[in-house]
């Protein structure tokens, strides 16, 4: 087994040590984005997370994840900086007031706070033109968000994984996690990790946003944005892998990788 190890967790501590995400995620039609995301946060250990989102995705996250906070983005973006994390895309959409969100959010990240860009967030950033993300960023794309990134097709991204990882974070000075049935990880500067785990329960709508709350979670604990992204990479990928057993590749659903996440844990603690 690759050798990882889980954030420390202090006896003497509370809901602040462990970090507080913020998470600008939902769109009308995606509310289920938002819950597996945030739930991610949560599951991986993070000690709070605010889900900034519409007044739709806030009545239903309400019901269904009390642990969340709730707030307006208006009122997220005044207090950015009252947060630990930010995440940003999971169903965020791509209209025009997603759009001027999206830059907004990632232009007052004032005090460059690590960030995870995921989904939508990755495709609206594919039609920006400014590049100067947050220093500490990572990118979550699948090789057709990849191929949005960089305009080149799917099939390019495919036949160079690892090089067109390099190709993000050198074009974005960012941790690119390219993500396919060998996820690449590559870090701000060049080093690469290659996992070799999960199988094709992963192939599921909603997984990636389970990811993208996973990664948030731990980075939230210990900001060392490329060794928790190998770490959240690998255990959300394990965490497939157990399910699977249990499951069958064919029934696993992304809220299984939630339920399933603590397994993965125990295994490296």
Request: aromatic residues 6%; glycine residues 8%.
């Amino acid at each position: 087994m690759t050798h990882f190890i889980m954030p420390e967790r202090k006896q003497d501590s509370n809901k602040g040590t462990f970090g507080k995400v913020l998470n600008v995620a939902g769109s009308e039609n995606y509310t289920g984005a938002t819950y597996l995301s945030s739930l991610g946060v949560l599951k991986s250990g993070a000690g709070y997370v605010a889900i900034a989102s519409c007044e739709k995705v806030l009545d239903s996250i309400a019901k269904l994840l009390p642990e969340a906070v709730l707030t307006t983005r208006k009122h997220a973006l005044k207090n950015i900086n009252n947060y630990t994390v930010l995440l940003i895309g999971c169903g965020l959409g791509t209209n025009k007031k997603s759009v001027n969100d999206f830059i907004n959010f990632i232009k007052n990240n004032k005090k460059d706070m690590p960030t995870i860009i995921d989904a939508d967030g990755l495709n609206i950033l594919s039609k920006c033109t400014f590049k100067n993300l947050p220093q500490n960023t990572i990118i979550t794309p699948h090789p057709a968000e990849a191929g949005r990134l960089l305009n080149v097709s799917v099939e390019e991204i495919l036949s160079d994984l690892t090089g067109y990882a390099g190709k993000l974070t050198e074009k974005y000075n960012c941790v690119t996690v390219l993500k396919s049935h060998r996820t690449v990880v590559c870090s701000q500067t060049g080093e690469i990790y290659v996992n070799e785990y999960g199988n094709s329960a992963l192939a599921k709508a909603g997984t990636g946003d389970v990811l993208a709350g996973i990664i948030a979670g731990l980075i939230a604990q210990k900001n060392d944005v490329f060794e928790m992204a190998k770490l959240g990479v690998y255990l959300h990928s394990r965490a497939g892998e157990i399910a699977s057993k249990e499951l069958t590749e064919y029934s696993v659903l992304a809220s299984d990788i939630l339920k399933y996440l603590p397994k993965a844990i125990k295994e490296i603690l």
